[in-house]
């Protein structure tokens, strides 16, 4: 039995890009979850390659594997579970990594005689994040490097969106997320590191739900589709390349700039979500105080009793690598117990 991606018993959360007979994941955390009593079930997608080796995990009744995917972009059958009794089980396929590819989901097929059931009804609170890599989970499974460089030898199998802070912490807040998060991206068009040589920033990507140029036109995302409680943003990292404006001069004509910038941007924010608390932060890994100083004079300037700055305990030192797991694990309990303060009823801290 076929069950097609539009089906009704099936449960998305994500910027998801549907076209007529798949929906698309881009964004890392995004996933769809399904219900069943069966003995099989395997997904069918593509996966359109851009970089890195790349991966989709998977958690079958509790347990958490990853899948390779093929590079071709063709339809693949992915097994997740077979020759098992006719039990009921619950999956949930997720996006491990960023637009590094786009996976497209045609649907699943199980045994002729598996019967559909409805999933548990689906938690009101909402987080959404914009971030690089870290907000994306990047190479956080490379948890014998804590508080170390990265591993040279990895190629994406490394990353896994599920163990970022950011999935963590809307766990640990019984919350869905829309994790809006990019390795390399800075808030600036022509800076950091993503799409090299021909930057993109955060201000040309934060408004679509597909934005890689690899992939095809950008697509506008329809913000009427997803209202946050809470609004994370963790820019200000990758902005230092190729230049550390901020670092050598605070008040050098870029670094005026960048904070005019950021500020704009976070109005924007605050024009589409007026309702939302906004969370302004950088993460523990190494960057020079003075990013978070101009995120705090910004914070200041616009004085609204909704968006707040957050520092974490070990913020811009605690890492010269990426945050893994152990990492990520005590940045969400620090971000969860700040957001749990401003007292919004649906999201309130559980089991993770």
Request: charged share 25%; glycine share 6%.
């Given at each position: 039995?076929?069950?097609?991606s ?9 910027r ?7 929906k698309?994941?881009?964004?890392p955390?995004s ?16 996966n359109?390659?851009g ?5 989709l995990?998977c ?8 899948i390779k ?7 693949q ?12 089980h619950?999956?949930?396929?997720f996006?491990?990594?960023d ?20 999933l ?6 909402k987080?959404?994040?914009?971030g690089d ?11 014998d ?7 040279t030898w ?6 896994n969106?599920?163990?970022?802070y ?15 998060a990019q390795?390399g991206?800075?808030l ?15 201000e040309?990507?934060?408004d679509?739900?597909r ?7 950008p697509?506008?995302?329809?913000f ?12 200000g ?6 230049d550390?404006?901020?670092a ?6 870029k670094?005026k700039?960048?904070?005019e910038?950021y500020?704009d941007?976070i109005l924007?924010?605050r024009?589409?979500?007026?309702e ?5 932060c ?5 960057h ?9 004079e910004?914070?200041r ?5 909704k968006?707040?700055h ?15 797991l ?23 801290r559980?089991?993770?």
């Open positions: 039995m076929f069950i097609k539009d089906n009704e018993f099936l449960e998305y959360c994500g998801i890009y549907c076209e007529a007979d798949k698309v994941f881009i964004y955390c996933y769809v979850k399904l219900k069943f009593r069966g003995k099989y079930i395997k997904a069918i997608v593509d359109n390659q970089y890195w080796e790349n991966y995990g958690i079958l009744d509790g347990r958490q594997s990853k995917l093929s590079d071709d972009n063709y339809k059958e992915l097994i997740l579970m077979e020759n098992t009794d006719s039990n009921e619950e999956v949930m396929l996006k491990r990594q637009s590094c590819h786009e996976v497209g989901l045609y649907g699943f097929e199980v045994d002729e005689d598996a019967v559909l059931l409805q548990p009804e689906k938690t009101k609170g987080i959404e994040v914009y890599s870290v907000s994306a989970g990047e190479v956080s499974e490379a948890f490097y804590m508080g170390k460089p990265d591993p990895h190629m994406g199998e490394l990353s969106s599920y163990y970022s950011a999935w963590l912490t809307a766990r640990k807040l019984n919350a869905q997320i829309h994790d809006i390795g991206i800075a600036l068009d022509n800076t950091g590191w993503f799409n090299e040589p021909n930057y993109i920033g955060m040309s990507v934060y679509k739900v934005y890689n140029p690899a992939f095809g036109k697509v506008k995302w329809d009427n589709n997803y209202t946050p409680d809470v609004v994370i943003v963790a820019i990292q990758n902005d230092s390349h190729p550390d404006y901020m050598e001069d605070y008040n050098c004509a670094a700039n960048w904070r910038h500020r941007f924007k924010l024009t589409i979500y007026p939302a608390h906004i969370v302004l950088t993460t523990i890994l190494e020079h105080k003075n990013w978070d100083n101009a995120i705090e910004v914070c300037e616009i004085a609204d009793e968006i707040h957050f520092l974490f305990e070990k913020n811009g030192s605690g890492t010269p690598g990426h945050i893994r152990q990492e990520a694990e005590k940045m969400s309990d620090e971000l969860a117990e700040y957001i749990e303060s401003f007292g919004i009823s649906s999201l309130r559980g089991e993770c």
